[in-house]
């Protein structure tokens, strides 16, 4: 397998690299900040996502059963956004940025 050669989404070369998905309606179209944390967070593997969130689960629970339970109430709020940036970042990489 050949080594890619990463480019800054932001420079002037990956708006070659990049093509940007056509859009029908302008209303909407995204701005480049969009497109830039878009391209970053395909990069990150969903399995991340995924296995934060069940030790934040894990953290929760056990910070309960050791009289700790506003920690771990709060750590406990975590595994619904983590999971869902999950599904984010499957999505782009499914769909592609825009």
Do not use: C, I
């Not at 397998?1 to 932001?10: G, Y």
């Not at 967070?41 to 399995?47: C, G, L």
């Not at 689960?57 to 869902?84: D, I, K, N, Y």
Request: proline letters at 7%; hydrophobic letters at 40%.
């Amino acid at each position: 397998m050949e080594p890619t050669l990463e480019v800054n989404p932001a420079s002037a070369e990956s708006r070659d690299t990049y093509a940007e998905v056509p859009v029908k309606r302008a209303e909407h179209r995204e701005s480049g900040l969009t497109r830039l944390l878009e391209q970053q967070a395909a990069k990150v593997p969903s399995d991340y996502f995924l296995a934060t969130a069940l030790g934040a689960m894990a953290a929760s629970l056990l910070l309960e059963f050791t009289q700790r339970p506003r920690l771990g109430r709060f750590l406990g709020l975590w595994p619904t956004p983590l999971l869902v940036m999950g599904v984010y970042t499957k999505l782009v990489k499914e769909f592609g940025t825009r």
